[in-house]
Structure formats: C-alpha cells, structure tokens
C-alpha cells in the first residue's frame, strides 16, 4: 500500500470547491465511483488472516483504494458496512478515510449514509460525517424537506446527493406517486426542489439508479448539469449504455457511476487488488465509449 503523505488530512483539496472535486475528475475521464460496502465476510483470507476485523477492514479498502485510483471518480463507503462492527468498524471507516484524504487527496469521498431528521439531529450527522469521519460529501433522504436538512446544505464545503429515483426495486412505491396539480411523479419534485430551490451553495446532486434510465433521463432534465450519483450497475443488473446516455449533463460528464460489489469482489483469492482495478477500468471505459 501506497505511504501516507505529510498532507495534514483537513479534508478535501484546499480552495477547490466540492463539486470542482468532481468536475476535475471529470475532465481526466474519471466516471466510476467504487463502493466501498465492504463486508467483512466475504472478503478474502489474504486481507483477513492475523488482522482483527478493524485491521482487516482497513487493509482491504486501501488496498482497493491504491488499485483503482487511477480511474477513480470517487470513493462511497456505505456507513452500515462499519456502523455492524461497532466503535471496530467505524473506526475502520475513518481510518479508510483518513488514508484516500491523505494519498489521493484529489478523489472525493462520498459517506452513503442517507442521513435525514430533524435539524437538531442532523447537527450531529453533519459533525460526525464531516468533521470525524471527514467525508467530502454525503447522501440523504428528502422526506423531511429543506428545513431539517438545512444543516447539511449549509455547508457550503461539502456535497450533499439528494436521494430522487433510487435503484432499489421497490423504489416507485412512493418516489413514482403523482403529485400536485401537474400529477408529477414525486421524484422528479424532489430532483426540481435540489435543483431550484437547495441548490444556493452551489454545493447539491441528485442520486438516480440506472436500473431506471428514463426516469435519469427526466431527472436530468430538470437538474441542468448538476452531479447526479448513480448507482445500480453491476451486481443490480442495470446497463450502462442508456444509464450514461440518459443522464450525462451538457459538457459530457456530470456522473458518478457506482459499482460496489463487482468491483470490491471481483476475486476472491489474493489477486483480489489486481482484479479489482481490472473491473473498474473495464466499467470506466464501457462509460466513456458510450459518452462519445
């Protein structure tokens, strides 16, 4: 694994806004953003063996982390992955963060946590995501509206991806409910809401499975060029094809395409690291053949 640098860990670049993070990743070609679910269970006896489960949590990620940071867009811990092993995992996670602010300083990490609560309660989500774990942006859930979530959206430092039109196969259960005068599917108000009424530090994206590439592709009609993390590739089944032709934003980019599970468990022996980067570079350049 890669040394850590001298950098003091103060979070994202300095003086780079945090949606330029990701522009700039952009630009390079950088599309895929690596999900770090990690199960501890299924991770492979090279990672595990002799480390206890915080060790073998951390040894894993940042083996993963060196080998796909060349096409990487962004690094996604799901917090429930380390929230399961307690104080051990969840300073596995902070740990895992620490390691990407320091060595690659210039990918952003994204906490997928779908925080969303009352004000007071979220004033603790955003000093545990941004100031302990360190994260450079977070996801969360709408139902509450702007005002609860003012806490997170003030931050004018930190990214906040919305939760519009996930990817589950339940999600239309609420999200595709007709709403308003104008019987407008709730997801799309949601993504409208972010887009026009959140969005005042310029600090805000939108999260859109690509199990659902029409609705990703009405979500970017409404955003303009905002980010728009997507997850459901991979292991959910979605294609890539009509996922990024359905939501890529005006100058080609504005996607954050994730792959958790194809990618961390791309092999389950000791060339697990090799097999990892050999995924995420495949899936990085199935995006970008289909942005052209």
């Known amino acids: 694994m890669r040394a850590s640098s001298e950098r003091p860990v103060t979070g994202h670049r300095p003086g780079l806004p945090i949606l330029d993070l990701f522009a700039e990743r952009w630009r390079l070609g950088r599309f895929v953003c690596v999900g770090l679910d ?3 269970e299924r ?11 915080e060790q073998g949590l951390v040894w894993f990620n940042q083996s993963i982390v060196d080998a796909t940071q060349s096409v990487a867009c962004a690094f996604k811990p799901n917090i429930a992955f380390y929230e399961g092993h307690g104080p051990d995992g969840l300073r596995a996670l902070e740990h895992t963060v620490r390691y990407i602010k320091s060595a690659y300083p210039e990918i952003p990490v994204i906490l997928d946590a779908k925080r969303g609560d009352i004000g007071s309660s979220n004033v603790g989500y955003v000093r545990a ?11 969360v859930s709408p139902y509450l509206g702007r005002e609860a979530l003012a806490p997170f959206l003030a931050r004018s430092d930190r990214g906040v991806f919305v939760l519009a039109k996930t990817s589950n196969p339940g999600a239309g259960e609420f999200q595709d409910l007709r709403v308003g005068a104008e019987q407008v599917p709730l997801y799309l108000v949601v993504a409208r809401q972010v887009a026009t009424r959140w969005n ?9 499975g690509a199990t659902h590439p029409a609705d990703l592709a009405a979500i970017r009609s409404v955003v303009g060029d905002m980010p728009i993390l997507v997850p459901g590739v991979g292991a959910q089944g979605a294609a890539i094809g009509p996922a990024v032709r359905a939501g890529r934003n005006s100058s080609g980019g504005g996607l954050i395409i994730n792959s958790s599970r194809d990618i961390l468990y791309a092999s ?5 690291a090799v097999a990892a980067e050999r995924a995420a570079r495949r899936l990085n350049h199935e995006i970008t053949a289909n942005l052209i």
Not at 129 to 139: G, M, S, V
Not at 200 to 208: I, K
């Open 129 to 139: 995501a941004f100031e302990r774990i360190r994260a450079d942006a977070i996801t």
């Open 38 to 40: 990690t199960a501890y």
């Open 43 to 53: 991770l492979p006896g090279a990672a595990t063996s002799g480390r206890s489960v």
């Open 200 to 208: 005042d530090n310029n600090n805000c994206g939108v999260v859109a």
């Open 268 to 272: 389950g022996e000791a060339d697990y």
